[in-house]
């Protein structure tokens, strides 16, 4: 069975730093972070090209999260990682990575592209 482990969550303090890892029996050709938090919908974060062709390692965030959250591929790990920095109150949430193909040749920040997801790992921001 395909499966994703996400390690790496924890508490910290606003301004903080959190190194998340999605560990993969297999990838595909896009591999994504999403959180979510009770009551809201579900936001996607960050994703990145995991296959082996030129666009392998572009990577593509939210707005919430540009400057300081970096998504990396290690692929002889089938692993990639998501360095957070700066962190605030409102990144509190479960992080979930996914993996699923692509959508007109492209990686999207979009649920429904995605069909292989982790259990998540919890991050908590607070004082």
């Known amino acids: 069975e395909d499966q994703l482990v996400e390690t790496g969550g924890g508490s910290v303090q606003p301004g903080g730093s959190l190194r998340l890892s999605c560990e993969a029996t297999r990838l595909n050709y896009c591999l994504a972070w999403f959180r979510q938090v009770p009551g809201n919908e579900r936001e996607a974060v960050a994703s990145i090209y995991t296959d082996n062709g030129p666009k392998k390692g572009t990577t593509a965030y939210a707005d919430s999260v540009k400057g300081r959250f970096t998504v990396s591929l290690d692929n002889a790990k089938n692993t990639v990682t998501l360095q957070m920095d700066s962190l605030r109150a409102e990144d509190t949430g479960l992080y979930v990575c996914?993996?699923?193909?692509?959508?007109?040749?492209?990686?999207?920040?979009?649920?429904?592209?995605?069909?292989?997801w982790g259990r998540g790992t919890q991050v908590t921001v607070a004082s």
């Open positions: 996914a993996t699923g193909g692509l959508y007109n040749g492209v990686c999207r920040l979009r649920s429904s592209q995605y069909r292989v």
